[in-house]
Each structure stands twice: as C-alpha cells, then as structure tokens.
C-alpha cells in the first residue's frame, strides 16, 4: 500500500469512528448539563465550595465565578511550582523560576499548556499531577461550560440567567472529562505507555549522552491532555516521545481524543435548542473546513516542496519514523485544528507550506472543530455574523435561532473576533522589533518571522503547540506570552457571556417568510465563506513576509 493510499485510510477511519461517537456522546453531554438532579459526590463538592446548586446565576455573576476559579487556580498552580522542593515527589528538582512559574500557570489555567521548558526535567511528579493535570481537566470543563451557557442563551427566552457556573464545570469534570479519560488511559497503558511513581533513571540517547528520564503517571495525563483538547506533554518531544506515544494505533487513538468531544458539542447543541438540524449544519461547517486543513496539510507534506525533501524522497525531517510523513501530518492538523497543542512531529520542519497550514488552522480561531467548549462557541459567533451579513444583504433584521441579532450582539460578535488578530499581530510586531528578542529565533528570514508569528498564534489562541525553533523561556517572551494567553482566554469568554445573557433576555422571534434558513446547505456556504474571508483579510499579510515568501523562494 502507498504512503498516500495508507494516510487516507487512516482519515477515513478516524471520520468513521467520530460519525459512530457523534451521536450517543451528544445526547450524553445534553443530559448531562439538562439534568435536574446532582449526584452525591457532586453534593459534596457543592457543600465544600459553599455553593447552591439550584441558583442560577446572571451572566455577570457566571463570569465572575468563572473569573475568580481561574484566578485561585493561577495562584494555586504557581505556589506548587515555586515550592516543589520543599513538597513530597518533587524527584529533586529545584524551584521553578519565577517568570516561568507564571507562565506555566496562566497556561495551563487558560486550557492553553503551552511550554516553555523541559516537563521531565523541571517538574517533579507532584507539580506535574497536582498542578497540571488536574488544570487539563477543569480548564476544559471551563470551556465547556462557557459553551453551554451561550447554548442557553438561545435556547431561553426573557430570561435573566444562563445557568450555574459551579454546576456546569462539575459536571463536565465528574461526568464527562473523568470517565472518557480513565478509560482512554486504560487503553493507552496497553499500548505501552507508562503509569507509574518511578524514580529518575538514567539512559543512554543515540548521541551517547545521558538523560535522567521517569516514568510518571504518563497515561493519564495522555488521555486527559488530548481529551481536553490542550498540549502540556510530560516529556519535551511531547507526543513523539514512545512513552506518550508508543504505536501506530495509539497515535490514531489520541487524534480520536483530541476530535470527539469538539464535533459531538455540535449533537449537544443540536439537542438543547431542540433543533438538531441546527447541530447538523454546525457540524457540516466545521467538518468540510476540518478535511480541507487535514487534506492541504497532507498534500504539502507528502509532496515535499522544499529542496531537501526533494532530493531525500520525503519530508521526514522533524517526524517520527514509527508514524511516517502522512499520520504526523494529520496529528499536527488535528492539534492545530483544536485547541490542543499537543505534537507528534515538529512543525518548525515542515514544509513551508505545510507549515504555514498548521498556523492558518490556528487563526480560524480553532473553531474547525476547535477545543472543546471554545470551538464550539467560536463557531457560534460566526453564525452570528454570517446571519448579520446576510441581514444586510436583504434589508432585515437578522435571525439567529429565533433571536434578533441587533447592535449589541453584532458588536459583542465583533469584538470576539478582533481580540486574538490583535493580540498576534501586536505581539509579533513587538518581538520582532527588537534586536535582543529576534536573537531567539533559531532561523532568519521568512522562516524566523514564521516561528514568531506561530508562537504567538498559538498563544493568542490558546493552542499551545510550538514552531520549536524560537527559543522562549526568557522573562520578555514568558511575560508576553502569558499576557496573550490571558487575555486570548478571558476577554472572548466575558463576551461570550455577555452575548449569552443578551440573546437570554429577548424574546423569540417567530420565523418568517425573509427568515434566513439556518440549516439548509447555502447558510454553511456562506459560514464556511465568512470565515476564510475574515481570516484571509486579516492575516495574509503576516502570512505572505512568512511561510508564502519562504515557499516561493
């Protein structure tokens, strides 16, 4: 079987695998954040935080609560990294420094993971699980949560309240991110990665020099790194590394993690506004965008335009030879897709074109199908501004879902939009006009401009996945990276949010003869068409000085 032949089998398993998920993991997820009832360890954790399950809270009050979680976690996460020598587990390793500390916790804490550093040789096994781990799963139940209470915003009609943050990332912790992950875990384990509290050991590279490896409780946080979509490997090479990924079938397992949660939201969405052509629709947006940045990625990869790769047959550089050109090059679509950061091949070796695929995947706004909860209410936002722009076009008042898309809704939608293009382009023009921060950079040229920019896509973005020829754990390039990381996170939720509580609030509309169908195949067009159009206008430009320059040269 060709190289070609194989890679598209291996994507037309993994669609095949996630049509079978998308229905009954759905409708779970729809039960899960409709049902009335609370479980008693939920009870329990609701008694511990002093919270009352069944007060619905105003969107103000569900941002807060959001906001003041993600705060304590910050703290929380940079306390445990700046005093691991002193806590048990710490496997020797000193403090973490301080500019690190903090960008590792505004990381992790954003569901970004984003790594500036070594994990095997920097954190101890305590920081890794205690600190790390358990932000992989409550960051993403976070977002999670922010897309549900958007759902219900459209779903309710006059109503002051989209829900209880404090229910919603219980939920999806206990009863959706907890259970899919142990059992990820269990199967991961059998395929060869390890679970255990080993001591450091020493081997011997293929150089001949020494490195002090563990083992550490890698299958877990595997399965919950790719489940919830965010990077944060255990070891530096991340997902090339055998004990993060140890074959052929677990490589196509963690793609399947890293894409099940994201595209059943849409069956989720379908199901709470009890309209599931309305999920279908969603879906269909973010899966032709989803095979045409798996597609394109491959093409680039197995053609090989570069010299090199040229002369040496394939693009091999900077892959694994256990997954080959065409699997690593859906594994680093699918982590560029989402927002999930983890790799099984570095990106800084692609191809130009390839390359500046897994960046333009990134700057969609990771909606295709995005992390999870984030793609989903990114995807969201760009209905809304699909409906208003076809408002325009007939004289109406646009509709979305039977609620009237006015002035405050189009400006929070707009708003959503410009935060990361202004926090990437900012930061790149930032670092690249100085000397001292250019110095970073492993290449000069188009192709050191790439490995700015993508870092800070990747952070304005909160994918976290890395170019990794720019060296960043320097105070400026933690600071500023972390500045994105918070602001690429928070700032779209608070209006996501507000769009929630304001679309609450109306009262339906009832559909028309001008009513703009929302399900048919001309709306995903035209999603599809706002989307590529927003991005093509806002980053070519950066685009055409980087990975365009560098593949026309």
């Avoid at 229905?23 to 049902?35: E, F, H, I, K």
């Avoid at 390890?194 to 020494?210: D, I, K, R, W």
């Avoid at 919950?224 to 255990?234: A, D, H, P, Q």
Wanted: proline residues 4%; glycine residues 12%.
């Amino acid at each position: 079987m060709s190289t070609t032949a194989a890679g598209m089998l291996f994507v037309a398993s993994l669609v095949i695998a996630l049509a079978l998920a998308y229905r009954p993991l759905g409708d779970y997820m729809a039960r899960v954040y409709s049902a009335t009832g609370h479980s008693r360890p939920e009870r329990m954790i609701y008694r511990l935080l002093g919270v009352h399950p069944e007060a619905e809270q105003s969107w103000g009050g569900y941002a807060r609560a959001l906001l003041a979680f993600s705060a304590v976690s910050v703290l929380a996460v940079y306390a445990l990294q700046r005093l691991q020598d002193r806590l048990p587990l710490s496997l020797g390793m000193e403090p973490v420094t301080d500019h690190v500390a903090w960008n590792t916790a505004i990381s992790f804490v954003t569901n970004t993971n984003w790594q500036s550093y070594a994990g095997e040789s920097t954190m101890g096994h305590l920081t890794q699980m205690a600190a790390l781990a358990v932000q992989n799963f409550v960051s993403a139940a976070a977002g999670m949560a922010v897309a549900v209470a958007l759902v219900r915003g459209f779903a309710r009609a006059r109503s002051g309240t989209i829900g209880n943050f404090w229910v919603d990332l219980v939920r999806g912790v206990l009863r959706v991110l907890l259970p899919i992950a142990f059992v990820g875990a269990l199967i991961l384990v059998a395929g060869g990665l390890v679970q255990n509290l080993s001591a450091p050991h020493e081997v011997t590279t293929l150089t001949g020099a020494t490195q002090a490896v563990t083992g550490g409780p890698v299958a877990s946080q595997e399965a919950i790194k790719e489940l919830g979509t965010n990077g944060g490997g255990f070891y530096n090479v991340n997902s090339a590394h055998p004990f993060e990924n140890a074959v052929a079938w677990t490589n196509w397992l963690e793609i399947f993690l890293i894409l099940v949660i994201p595209f059943s939201l849409t069956r989720t969405f379908g199901r709470l506004v009890g309209q599931l052509r309305q999920g279908y629709a969603i879906l269909a947006v973010m899966g032709v965008l989803a095979l045409a940045g798996v597609l394109l990625t491959n093409v680039f990869e197995l053609s090989g335009h570069a010299t090199v790769p040229q002369a040496a047959g394939a693009a091999m550089e900077g892959k694994e030879v256990r997954f080959g050109v065409s699997n690593s090059a859906t594994f680093g679509a699918a982590t560029t897709l989402t927002s999930t950061g983890a790799v099984n091949s570095f990106h800084d070796s692609y191809t130009p074109f390839g390359g500046m695929m897994t960046m333009f995947d990134m700057m969609l706004g990771e909606v295709a199908p995005g992390g999870v909860g984030s793609g989903l209410y990114g995807m969201l936002v760009l209905a809304v501004i699909t409906v208003f722009v076809a408002g325009l076009m007939v004289g109406r008042t646009p509709e979305y879902l039977g609620k009237k898309i006015r002035a405050r809704e189009i400006k929070l939608a707009s708003l959503y939009f410009l935060v990361t293009p202004i926090l990437v382009l900012v930061g790149t023009a930032s670092a690249m006009g100085s000397a001292e921060r250019r110095a970073s950079m492993l290449n000069t040229g188009p192709h050191g401009l790439s490995e700015v920019l993508y870092a800070f896509t990747s952070a304005a973005g909160n994918n976290g996945s890395a170019f990794a020829g720019l060296t960043v754990n320097t105070p400026w390039y933690d600071v500023a990276l972390g500045l994105c990381m918070a602001f690429g996170r928070f700032v779209p939720i608070i209006l996501v949010l507000a769009l929630a509580g304001s679309l609450a609030a109306q009262s339906p509309v009832p559909e028309g003869a001008g009513t703009l169908p929302t399900y048919r195949p001309q709306f995903v067009g035209m999603v599809i068409g706002v989307t590529l159009i927003l991005v093509a206008l806002t980053f070519l430009p950066a685009l055409a000085l980087g990975p365009i320059a560098e593949g026309l040269s």
